[in-house]
């Protein structure tokens, strides 16, 4: 039985007919020039592509033959004793490949839930605070220039949350790294409200219209607590890490599309991660507070106050939200979380987004703090 | 009769053009498209053989004979394997993926091959990797080093470029001769240089415009005047650099012995950006127009009904804009490198052989308008499909012209090159297209 095929001899582009034949352990190649037998061990089959014609290639140059798929070349080749590597067996069969797509996403999701968060949480202590200070304090310095203003709290109010702060941060040996990087501004800012900020860098920005809101200190100091989890449990260096990595993911598996599809499924996957690490602020905020013989039910009072107060100018003012909105994601792109407060009223939409947000519904958060306290301990 | 047989019949009694149309547009079943594609073969056949008996200049078509399905498979069993090593497997992945679409490109029956070796794929990505992630600490940890880095790495680009475009063409062959690229790094920078630091010079001065924007050195009214006058200079700048580039990358390049030769006018590349910048903004303020009466007409719909529009509507608004920005983008991008490529094999010969390139608007649009709304409905998992669908498109509509047959080309001195130029270039998105 032969096949006929082509044969080509590399040094030329000229197309010559021959025929194929399996000989004992080698290749009969019959050509107008006569035959030539070449043991098995010294040609190369290409894999097949598809209804791709296939090579087989000759040791010792650059000839080979071209011939059409078909079962006579599969005949062939099995007498030759060739066979196709794994992956090409694979690539055959559509329930391999069904397989197969399974199984990358069920390991693209156990890199999502479990891998990339704990190689960042490994990683992120080694992250220099000094490099992370350097980019805090230029974005600081934008926000300043734009939606930050001058605080105009008395000197003496602002003495007395600064000296509260200092005790608080004192009490976490795990601050140490960050020196005295570790600071807090004051500031005013209309046109989010009543907020805080933690910058990766160590500076936390408390604003007017936080402290007017909280008659008790002991609450303030409660949110400070909470933005100083951000810096001990290095959310910012996590954050950063993991949607670098997330954002190269997603280039390489969607970069096709366009680069909007990239941005907005990074978004998304961030803002997962966003809502674990303000629960880990939360619980942080709790043990601290405990440390210094207080109760986390003074979070939960500013978590309240916080969320009344917006659901309230929500109300007010539905069509001028979504300005506020936009300034609190300024904050959240240059820092590493501010308290949450305007997210998640009750509304349905906004349960059924709950996945979109950054923060967890405050309603939630408000409860850990004051059902479970103990848990917090862990 | 046999289904093949009715199949045949009704394929074989359409005209030529309206079963090429079809092919384009992926309309047939995977039984009917072998057929297709072979009446094609047979009817244009036909018009071969009568100009090869006159001594007339034949045509012959490139064919892709891949097909989604099969690219799917391969695609998702090499992503798993490239996924569970980590990524070392992807340098194999992508020899895999390349000798798909090149073996799978036939011209006159005989098939191109890619020889890529996966070992020196991995070395360039390795290396890749490194240097991306080397300037990334440096940017984020000492980022008053970031520039003068870049500068001082820059002279390095080009001789990645070099390096990248010798690596694809020696590996690229066609009845056993490979594809050669002769250009010089010096080469390369006399023709680039001067345009590219001038196309920099004026990314500087928007952003430095910006800059004194923002300080309010200097007032909006001037500040859009500025910004006009260097977008307009760098429009005039962009299809410069594209002439230079393409004329290069083609002077250059060889089939063994065999130099192409471009013939390439600075003017037509200017035709591009206009048919690319005029026709595409036309498309998408259509587009717009469109889609803003849509929402018009859903808000009124929603006013009637509830007072205002309610959030599903809004977030079905918002999924219908980013699918049809999605759509344009896609077909943006593709109706580009088509005019790009049609220009370049329309002024291309290869000893006494001509090119030709026919690709069209509304061919394009057909591929690529569906090839977007299907990867957006996906999330990406059409992306075999749409680059084989492409892909066939591609070949269908680009043809060589010769007087004889493709027997009398001779073997250059080839030699085995590193991929490390290829694979910063891969990064770093440049595009090489041969």
Not at chain 1, 185 to 193: H, Q
Not at chain 2, 372 to 387: C, D, I, S, V
Not at chain 2, 415 to 421: L, P, R, T, V, Y
Request: charged share 20%; aromatic share 10%; glycine share 8%.
């Amino acid at each position: 039985m032969t096949l006929d095929a082509h044969y080509f001899d590399g040094r030329s582009s000229r197309r010559h007919s021959v025929s194929l034949a399996a000989g004992e352990g080698c290749l009969l190649l019959d050509s107008p020039d006569g035959m030539r037998i070449i043991p098995v061990a010294d040609i190369r089959v290409s894999e097949p592509q598809g209804s791709a014609p296939r090579t087989l290639r000759f040791a010792g140059g650059d000839a080979f033959c071209e011939a059409g798929q078909g079962p006579e070349l599969d005949a062939l080749l099995a007498a030759l004793g060739y066979r196709n590597p794994v992956a090409v067996r694979l690539q055959g069969r559509w329930r391999w490949a069904l397989i197969c797509l399974g199984a990358i996403f069920l390991t693209l999701a156990a890199c999502y839930f479990w891998g990339l968060p704990w190689g960042a949480k490994v990683i992120a202590p080694h992250v220099p605070v000094s490099a992370m200070h350097s980019i805090s304090e230029t974005a600081l310095a934008q926000l300043d220039g734009s939606l930050f203003k001058p605080s105009t709290l008395p000197e003496e109010r602002r003495r007395k949350l600064l000296k509260g702060f200092q005790a608080l941060a004192a009490a976490d040996p795990d601050l140490a790294p960050f020196g005295d990087r570790l600071s807090l501004n004051f500031r005013a800012a209309p046109r989010i409200g009543p907020n805080a900020f933690a910058f990766p860098g160590g500076q936390i920005v408390l604003f007017d219209e936080l402290v007017r809101l909280h008659d008790d200190d002991e609450e303030i100091f409660a949110i400070l607590a909470h933005e100083l989890g951000h810096l001990s449990k290095r959310h910012g260096a996590r954050q950063l890490i993991q949607s670098s990595v997330i954002a190269a993911v997603a280039a390489a598996w969607l970069g096709d599309i366009s680069y909007a599809a990239v941005a907005v499924s990074t978004a998304l996957l961030n803002s997962g991660y966003s809502r674990d690490m303000e629960r880990e602020a939360d619980d942080y905020a709790a043990i601290l507070l405990r440390r210094q013989g207080k109760s986390p039910a003074l979070l939960a009072n500013a978590l309240e106050k916080l969320d009344r107060f917006h659901q309230a100018r929500q109300r007010g003012t539905a069509s001028r939200s979504s300005g506020t909105e936009t300034a609190d994601k300024t904050g959240e792109k240059n820092g590493s979380g501010n308290t949450a407060s305007d997210d998640e009223d009750e509304d349905g939409i906004e349960k059924h987004l709950d996945w979109l947000s950054s923060h967890p519904g405050t309603g939630e958060r408000i409860r850990r703090l004051r059902e479970n306290p103990e848990s917090a301990d862990r | 009769m046999n289904d093949a047989d009715v199949l045949r019949k009704n394929i074989s009694v359409m005209e030529e053009e309206e079963i090429a149309r079809r092919l384009d547009v992926d309309m047939f079943s995977d039984e009917a498209r072998p057929i297709a594609e072979e009446e094609l073969e047979k009817k244009r056949g036909v018009h071969e053989k009568t100009g090869k008996e006159a001594g007339e200049t034949v045509v012959y078509r490139l064919q892709f004979t891949g097909s989604g399905g099969e690219y799917f498979r391969i695609w998702i069993v090499n992503l798993l394997l490239g996924v569970l090593t980590l990524g070392i497997y992807s340098a194999w992945a992508k020899v895999r993926r390349e000798q798909y679409f090149h073996r799978n490109t036939l011209l006159d029956g005989s098939g191109f091959d890619y020889h890529g070796n996966p070992k020196s794929i991995l070395k360039g990505r390795v290396i890749a990797v490194a240097f991306v992630a080397g300037l990334w600490l440096v940017d984020n940890t000492a980022h008053a080093f970031y520039y003068p880095v870049l500068l001082a790495l820059s002279p390095f680009i080009p001789w990645m470029m070099i390096r990248s475009f010798i690596f694809r063409s020696r590996n690229t062959s066609f009845r056993g001769l490979h594809f050669d690229f002769h250009g010089t790094y010096k080469g390369l920078c006399k023709t680039y240089l001067a345009p590219f630091i001038a196309l920099i010079f004026l990314g500087w001065a928007m952003a430095y415009v910006g800059v004194m924007a923002t300080e309010g050195r200097i007032r909006p009214g001037e500040m859009s005047l500025m910004m006009g006058g260097i977008f307009f200079l760098i429009l005039l700048l962009t299809p410069m650099l594209l002439h230079r580039f393409k004329r290069f990358q083609f002077d250059h390049l060889a089939f063994g012995a065999s130099r192409f030769e471009s013939h390439l006018k600075l003017r037509s590349f200017y035709g591009i950006f206009l048919r690319a910048f005029v026709l595409a903004p036309a498309l998408i303020a259509l587009v717009l127009i469109l889609v803003f009466g849509f929402i018009g007409f859903m808000a009124a719909q929603g006013f009637t009904m509830t007072g205002a529009p309610g959030h599903t509507g809004r977030i079905a608004i918002g999924v219908i804009v980013a699918l049809i920005y999605i759509m344009v983008v896609s077909v943006q991008q593709a109706y580009f490198a088509a005019l790009t490529s049609n220009l370049v094999w329309n002024n291309t010969r290869l000893d006494a052989h001509a090119f030709k390139g026919d690709q069209t608007f509304w061919g394009i649009c057909g591929v690529a308008a569906s090839n977007g709304l299907f990867m957006f409905l996906t999330l990406g998992l059409y992306w075999p499909w749409a680059k084989v669908r492409l892909a066939r498109y591609r070949a269908s509509h680009t043809a060589v012209l010769t007087a004889g047959d493709f027997d009398d080309f001779a073997a250059g001195a080839a030699k085995e090159q590193s991929a490390i130029g290829e694979e910063l270039a891969d990064i770093f998105d440049f595009d090489i297209s041969l």
